[in-house]
């Protein structure tokens, strides 16, 4: 039985059964993963998951259940499962299947090259790539990490008062880690991207890219331990500002959850800080014409000018602050509930570029890389204490490489000491909180502790 005639007998047999509004929520993934090492293909995996989840009110409150299987057992499953569980929610809280937006975007996310390329051009182009890395430095001795991914997934949305959704997307990203070796000393570099265009994977910038990054960080020195100007690359910054993306989740807010609760329409950062939600970004990794609950989606301005101008809503977040959702229901999966989200978020970059960056330093770090972002980071006070990679800045040069840094600062703090924004815009290649994107941030200091 296909998707469309599992709907029309679920709704019903639900109405039969004394549901009102219901939702069939469809979602289907293809996923293909291949790593190398030293000429051989490491590990190879290609997987595809398909589900259904239901939605519905019965008497008075929503109930909801999940399958993998279009079948009349599944169908009966479905609906007793939702009914069992609309009994015992205890959220008071009032939710609606949404009957759709007045209009939406018809935007193609889809790339019909890509889906043309075979797994054989993947492996193919990782193997041109590590050819290219050990070419490149006789420093090169191994990939401790190199995995190319690829997905392809399709949702759909449909309910009882009409509406009908669907949406396609794919993409594929890589990964490469590269070790070198002088003397006794090691040292690693990566290189990340994510994409839609095939064709724009070039090896040998790929190979000059991540073994250069890990030469870059031999013969380190150590440097006293104070508070510095700090330059976060455009990868660290991303990466930060992810970690920290919930505190504009109006789900967390109302919560108390995040210190910007109550701050709608105040100043939050720097009159320079510009922050965009863009959903229909050409390659963004979360680009979609409506959200988890079929609302319309649009390009959401949330700070503007460092004032903070909305949160990130639902339908349920904002009928209890009394606006209308800005399209950021999410499910990470077709098993999991609604909450919020961003789509595709990023710092707005503006015209300096981060070589012009790097020479308005004195003296400062510059850092390339942070780790310990789920256990260093409080999403509630905004305090990090986070292990970094970097480099030592003297009269806007850049001297070394620094040994085994910790940077520490408040992420409230850090919004309201950025001294310049740069032109190099670039996104963190995985989708936890939103795909999120930034240009390199210079803020006027943080506490660095060298070991």
């Not at 929520?25 to 989840?53: M, N, P, W």
């Not at 990566?190 to 190979?207: G, N």
């Not at 910007?260 to 979609?288: A, H, M, Y």
Request: hydrophobic letters at 35%; proline letters at 2%.
């Amino acid at each position: 039985m296909n998707v469309q005639q599992f709907q029309e007998r679920l709704f019903t047999k639900g109405h039969d059964l004394g549901f009102t509004d219901m939702e069939l929520y469809y979602e289907r993934e293809e996923k293909f993963s291949c790593g190398v090492f030293k000429g051989e293909i490491d590990k190879y995996e290609s997987s595809e998951i398909a589900g259904i989840s239901f939605r519905g009110i019965y008497n008075g409150k929503m109930g909801y259940a999940f399958t993998e299987k279009l079948d009349d057992e599944s169908v009966h499953y479905l609906l007793e499962h939702a009914k069992e569980n609309s009994l015992i929610i205890e959220d008071e809280d009032k939710e609606e299947i949404f009957a759709g937006s007045k209009e939406y975007r018809e935007e193609n996310f889809y790339s019909d090259n890509l889906s043309r390329v075979t797994p054989e051009d993947k492996i193919n182009v990782m193997l041109e790539i590590e050819k290219e890395i050990y070419a490149y430095d006789e420093r090169v001795k191994a990939t401790d990490y190199f995995i190319l991914s690829s997905s392809e997934a399709e949702k759909a949305i449909s309910n009882n008062k009409g509406l009908f959704l669907q949406d396609k997307t794919n993409s594929l990203g890589f990964y490469v880690s590269v070790v070198v070796k002088q003397g006794e000393e090691i040292k690693t570099g990566s290189y990340v991207k994510v994409t839609k265009d095939f064709s724009s994977i070039d090896p040998k910038q790929v190979a000059k890219q991540a073994v250069e990054e890990a030469l870059s960080q031999l013969n380190a020195q150590s440097i006293a331990s104070k508070k510095y100007p700090v330059l976060l690359r455009h990868d660290a910054a991303a990466s930060l500002i992810q970690t920290f993306i919930p505190v504009f989740s109006a789900e967390n807010t109302q919560k108390g959850q995040s210190r910007l609760k109550g701050k709608v329409g105040e100043t939050i950062g720097v009159s320079s800080l510009n922050i965009v939600d863009d959903p229909f970004l050409p390659n963004g990794l979360l680009s979609r014409n409506f959200d988890g609950e079929g609302v319309a989606t649009k390009t959401l301005q949330l700070v503007s000018n460092g004032v903070l101008t909305t949160f990130l809503h639902n339908r349920k977040t904002a009928a209890k602050d009394g606006v209308e959702s800005t399209g950021h229901a999410h499910k990470s999966s077709y098993k999991s509930s609604i909450t919020v989200s961003p789509s595709n978020l990023y710092i707005e970059p503006t015209s300096k570029s981060y070589n012009e960056l790097v020479t308005t330093i004195d003296e400062g770090i510059i850092i390339t890389d942070l780790s310990g972002l789920h256990s260093g980071a409080n999403q509630i006070s905004g305090d990090f204490s986070l292990a970094a990679n970097g480099y030592y800045v003297k009269g806007g040069k850049i001297v070394t490489a620094v040994n085994q840094m910790t940077i520490a600062g408040n992420f409230y703090e850090l919004l309201n000491s950025i001294t310049e924004i740069g032109s190099d815009l670039d996104f963190t290649p995985w989708a936890t909180n939103g795909f999120v994107g930034s240009p390199s941030l210079l803020v006027q200091e943080l506490s660095v502790t060298v070991e």
